[in-house]
Structure formats: C-alpha cells, structure tokens
C-alpha cells in the first residue's frame, strides 16, 4: 500500500518565523509531489509541485525533495497568521490518481 | 474562464438514502476526478472519468457510482447511504487524465449522514 505520512500537528510556529513542513512517501518511483494549503472547511488549493531533486522557490514558499530519502518538505518564510491552514503533501500514484497525507495542521502565533 | 463549480454545498441524507453530487469542469477541461475526505483526514480518491468513460478507481465499493456527460460535467451517486459516508466530497477536472501540474478543485460538498 503505497502511504503518504505527514505529522498531523499542530505545528505552532511565531509570526515571522519559518514554518517547516514535512512529508514522507513509500513509492519509490513517485516522480511528481505536489503541496496543497487547505483552510478550515474550504476545499485544497494548489501552492507548489516538485519533480526534481532539491530546491524549488516560489515567493515565501520553497519545496524541497530528496528521492533518495523519500521526503518533501515545504518552508514558509516569513509566516503570516493568515498561513494558518491544514498543509497536504500529495504524490500521483500511476498517471492519474493523487494519494495524499492527512496534513499537517499550521498555526502562525501573532 | 470559469473554475470548477460543485453542487449543492451542503445536504444532510438518512442512512440508507441514495444522494447525487454534481460537478461542472472548467472550460476546456476533460478529466473529472472526485476525492472523499473525511474529518480530519486528506482527500482520498473515489475515480476518475475521462471522456465519459471510467479511467481508473480507488478503493471504494460498487454503491459509489459515477457519470460524465457530453460536456464533461459529471456526477457522483452514492446509494443506501451509511454514517461513514458524511464526509467532504471534492471534484477536480484536468485538462488530461495526467495530473502532473496538479489540480483545481472544486469547493466540494458537504454531505452528512444522519
């Protein structure tokens, strides 16, 4: 059974501060991952992919993957209370279906 | 450019009641896929449809049913509903089945049962 483990929180971080988020996966030849930012009670919204090995940036988000360790992580820099969200970590199973963790919970401290 | 739009938001359903959850994709797109999410749980896949016919299926039994229609649009019929089934449900359309630049999803629907 392919997994997706993510920590469920909640992670409590300071305003300002750099959230780190991590994920696991178990299939080893999962190519694409994806991080999502879902609120409470509103469906998930797509913040960043990431195929290659190591960095990606895209404003105050950067997704870091390492394959061969079987992890993505997703930091926000500068947190805002407005960050507060549940953050899901995805791969695509086949070529058409996502598996996703069960997110982890995000509190930005004003 | 219109996004993806689901319907209703909410209902609430007795158990054993048969339900219909109704998904528009957005323009251009021809892929439905449809996601389950429980309390306090990520988004776990129910199938996909691509050009009216099934293209794949997660681990959900044969009362979880679906449709997609000429335009793409498409619906999620679940029949003798249980207490289990009160979850978020989620439809997301792609341009292909192929969803290697991730999805847009809908707002989904909220059902309950009761």
């Known amino acids: 059974q392919k997994e997706v483990e993510q920590n469920s929180g909640p992670l409590s971080v300071p305003e300002g501060a750099i959230a780190s988020l991590n994920c696991t996966y178990s299939?080893?030849?999962?190519?694409?991952f994806f991080w999502y930012r879902q609120y409470s009670g509103k469906s998930p919204e797509l913040i960043m992919s990431?195929?290659?090995?190591g960095d990606k940036e895209d404003g105050r988000f950067t997704a870091q993957l390492n394959k061969a360790s079987q992890y993505v992580s997703l930091l926000i820099r500068d947190s805002q209370p407005s960050d507060s969200a549940t953050y899901l970590c995805?791969?695509?199973?086949?070529?058409?279906?996502?598996?996703f963790g069960t997110g982890t919970r995000l509190k930005v401290l004003a | 450019e219109t996004g993806v739009t689901q319907s209703p938001t909410h209902l609430i359903k007795t158990r054993g009641q048969q339900v219909t959850l109704r998904c528009s994709s957005q323009?251009?797109?021809?892929?439905v896929s449809w996601y389950q999410q429980a309390l306090g749980q990520g988004p776990q896949f129910i199938f996909q449809?691509?050009?009216?016919?099934?293209?794949g299926r997660g681990n959900f039994p044969p009362r979880f049913s679906g449709l997609q229609f000429p335009n793409y649009s498409s619906e999620l019929n679940v029949n003798a509903l249980e207490l289990d089934d009160s979850a978020l449900y989620l439809c997301?359309?792609?341009?292909?089945?192929?969803?290697?630049?991730?999805?847009?999803f809908g707002s989904g629907t909220r059902l309950t049962v009761v």
């Open positions: 449809y691509y050009r009216e016919e099934e293209n």
């Open positions: 997301a359309s792609s341009l292909e089945p192929g969803a290697n630049y991730g999805y847009t």
């Open positions: 323009s251009g797109h021809n892929t």
């Open positions: 990431i195929y290659s090995n």
């Open positions: 995805a791969e695509i199973s086949g070529t058409y279906k996502y598996i």
């Open positions: 299939d080893r030849v999962s190519q694409s």
